[in-house]
């Protein structure tokens, strides 16, 4: 039985896509179950319904387009203010949390690949995705899938996993924020502020709507051209010049060069690139259609199989970044919600730290979370890589 719409109808795929992931933002922003679902997991299951119901076919020459050109530019977008100067010296001691934390996925991924040894297949791709994302985001998620070339069987899941595991920690992490018994253990300082702080001024404050212009988004777009355009030519001159080998997968990497290229081009020219506005709302854009694209190709019945596994993945992971987070922060006598707010800027990234912040009353921690959440985008697919290649040596 054919498909309704046939792999040449390209416009009318593309519409599919735009209006699938346009859906997914709406339903994540306008109703409380799509917010608590997330919008790349509605994305994802639009888009397996519509394949599987045999509406979208599974393979089409525009799927590639986005996988092939939209991803790399997503990426520029999204790390457009990651000035290293600026985090370094706004961060203060939540930088130094967010490096126990970072610590912590880490440990988490390797003990994930050695429980989940022979019962998840590709079980290095599977972890090294999964430590990308949870020390820095959905960007380092597709980088390291894309680079491994994980199929959508096991990439949907992980995702629908990711989603999950990650708001229920987000639960947990502000009832820890709260508790009595932790802040008798623990420095808390922010929270003793923040108690008497108005949390809805606050909010207000740092989710007003921006102003975008035309110039914006031509200078975005241009900037991510560019730097994606540079990175890719020097990946095949790379990838000539070295030997095959765990160097070679790292430095020659496309996506480690778009972000080496970026975050070099936005500390230079800080200027420049600080007035831009709307990069973000752009490139996250371009994952969501990353992500529809992602659903489309995926068979729905072997994405639910390989759920249960994969949920223990990231809650192994997850459970590690906040454990080794708390015991290693006590011993260094760091706050309880530097802690806290870098296990959240690890597992869900820059804004998800800011709103945690903004929710506690943690105001002079907003902008740290955030940049600390940016600094864990530029790292978080190196360090994905490095377990990849790690796990598939110490667990053949």
């Known amino acids: 039985m054919s498909h309704l719409i046939t792999p040449d109808q390209t416009w009318l795929l593309l519409g599919f896509i735009l209006a699938g992931a346009t859906a997914s933002i709406w339903l994540e922003q306008q109703s ?13 299951g639009l888009a397996m319904l519509l394949s599987n119901a045999r509406v979208l076919p599974v393979e089409a020459p525009v799927y590639d387009v986005v996988d092939d050109y939209l991803v790399p ?18 961060t203060g001691p939540t930088f130094a949390a967010f490096h126990v934390a970072t610590v912590g996925s880490v440990l988490g991924a ?14 290095a791709d599977v972890t090294g995705i999964m430590a990308a994302s949870y020390i820095g985001g959905a960007v380092n998620f597709v980088a390291v899938r894309n ?26 992490l ?28 606050l909010n207000a404050r740092y989710w007003q709507p921006k102003e975008i212009s035309l110039l914006d988004i031509a200078q975005a777009l241009a900037f991510a051209g560019v730097i994606a355009g540079i990175a890719m030519t020097l990946n095949r001159a790379l990838k000539a010049a070295m030997a095959p080998g765990i160097l070679q997968s790292m430095i020659a990497n496309p996506y480690v060069l778009i972000t080496f290229l970026t975050v070099a081009a936005t500390t230079l020219g800080r200027a420049k690139t600080q007035r831009i506005r709307g990069a973000e709302e ?7 259609l990353f992500f529809f694209v992602l659903g489309v190709r995926a068979d729905l019945l072997e994405v639910i199989r390989n759920v249960p596994a994969l949920f223990g993945v990231c809650l192994v992971i997850a459970f590690t970044n906040l454990a080794f987070t708390l015991v290693v922060g006590r011993w260094l006598g760091m706050n309880l919600e530097d802690l806290l707010l870098s296990v959240n800027a690890t ?14 009353g943690w105001s002079d921690l907003v902008l740290p979370g955030l940049l600390v959440g940016i600094w864990g985008y530029v790292i978080g697919t190196t360090l994905g890589i490095l377990v990849v290649e790690s796990v598939r040596r110490l667990l053949p």
């Open 282 to 288: 752009l490139g996250m854009f371009l994952l969501y």
């Open 32 to 44: 409380r179950w799509g917010a608590k679902v997330g919008g790349p997991v509605l994305a994802l």
């Open 73 to 90: 530019m997503a990426i520029p977008l999204l790390l457009l203010k990651a000035d290293l100067r600026r985090i370094l010296r706004e």
């Open 147 to 172: 680079t491994y070339s994980v199929p959508s069987e096991l990439s949907n899941p992980l995702i629908v996993a990711d989603n999950f595991i990650m708001a229920a920690f987000f639960g947990v």
């Open 347 to 360: 597992l869900g990234g820059a804004p998800s730290a800011a709103a945690m912040a903004i929710s506690r």
């Open 174 to 201: 502000i009832v820890l924020a709260g508790n009595r018994w932790m802040r008798r253990r623990y420095p808390h300082p922010h929270s003793l502020a923040g108690d008497a702080t108005d949390t809805v001024e």
């Open 110 to 123: 390797f003990l994930a690949a050695y429980l989940f040894h022979g019962t998840v297949t590709r079980i």
